[in-house]
């Protein structure tokens, strides 16, 4: 049941998150850390940040899940 909760919540997290930036505060932890930028602080507002000037520069980016797989809380995508 677990492996079904967090495959539902990435599926939410992909379809809204890049539709609706505000949809981070429901999907993302207060402790998200961008280990691409470690300066880049905490939250989901760096996240946020990030998908924000990713879409700015690919106006039409969209995202598909292909296969979806899940273990208790891990998931891939």
Do not use: W
């Amino acid at each position: 049941m677990l492996a079904d909760f967090a495959k539902a919540v990435v599926r939410r997290f992909y379809t809204q998150l890049f539709r609706d930036l505000a949809s981070a505060e429901e999907c993302i932890s207060p402790d998200y850390v961008d280990h691409n930028n470690a300066d880049a602080g905490h939250g989901p507002n760096v996240l946020r940040s990030h998908v924000a000037a990713l879409l700015h520069t690919f106006p039409d980016f969209t995202i598909e899940i292909e296969d979806i797989l899940a273990e208790g809380d891990r998931v891939v995508t």
